[in-house]
């Protein structure tokens, strides 16, 4: 354990950045598998309100510094192919 208290402080705002960053990845894994989820039903209105949900999301979360622009936009990307080959 750490023992100065510059390095105690950075155990915690480790822990409370790593907790950040963890809800944000669940958030958008939800809302990605619901996506999934419209797809396979084939609702397409409703998959393209999820995938401006998710974009939204995934925006944000890069913004915040969840996820790297590249990863942010290859994942949406990839999700766009989706809904328009089915569409």
């Known amino acids: 354990m750490a023992n100065i208290k510059s390095a105690k402080k950075r155990v915690l705002v480790t822990q409370t950045k790593t907790a950040l960053n963890r ?12 996506f999934e989820l ?3 039903a ?3 209105e409703e998959a393209k309100a999820l995938l401006r949900d998710v974009e939204s999301t995934m925006d944000k979360a890069t913004s915040k510094g969840t996820f790297k622009k590249e990863t942010t936009s290859r994942k949406v990307g990839r999700l766009h192919r989706r809904l328009n080959t089915l569409s």
């Open 38 to 40: 419209a797809l396979e």
């Open 42 to 44: 084939e609702n397409i």
């Open 23 to 34: 809800s944000r990845k669940t958030e958008v894994k939800g809302l990605i598998k619901k």
